[in-house]
């Protein structure tokens, strides 16, 4: 999981480079056989990020404007960006990263990153 720490007045789409500069395990080589897919909600609509994600060797999987409306009305299905949205209201929980009190963007990623170790712990059954 990567994460990238910004304002919330900044549009999502441009962070899309340093989220994923920020992924701390190394990604073996997309090829045609075994492609990398990258799965974005419409606010990444744009040619920056698709341009963005070829050149990090992704496969684009952004929905237009309306595709999910109209995908849910013909096959009921959601989307699976829902595993992100839970993962940001695991995180959420904490009332240090829900609200920012800290001045320093540094310790506020040192928070996020503890954060995300718990939930990956708690994922992973290691409680009992």
Known sequence: MGVAVDGANRNDFKMTRETIKSIPVKRPRPSADKPQGMCMDKGYDCKEV??????????AHVRSRGQEARDIKKTGQRARRWVVERSHSWMNRSRAIL???SKRADTYLALLHFACGIIAWRAAGLLG
Do not use: A, N, P
């Open 50 to 59: 698709k341009k963005l994600l070829k050149r990090f060797g992704f496969t």
């Open 99 to 101: 609200i920012r009190w």
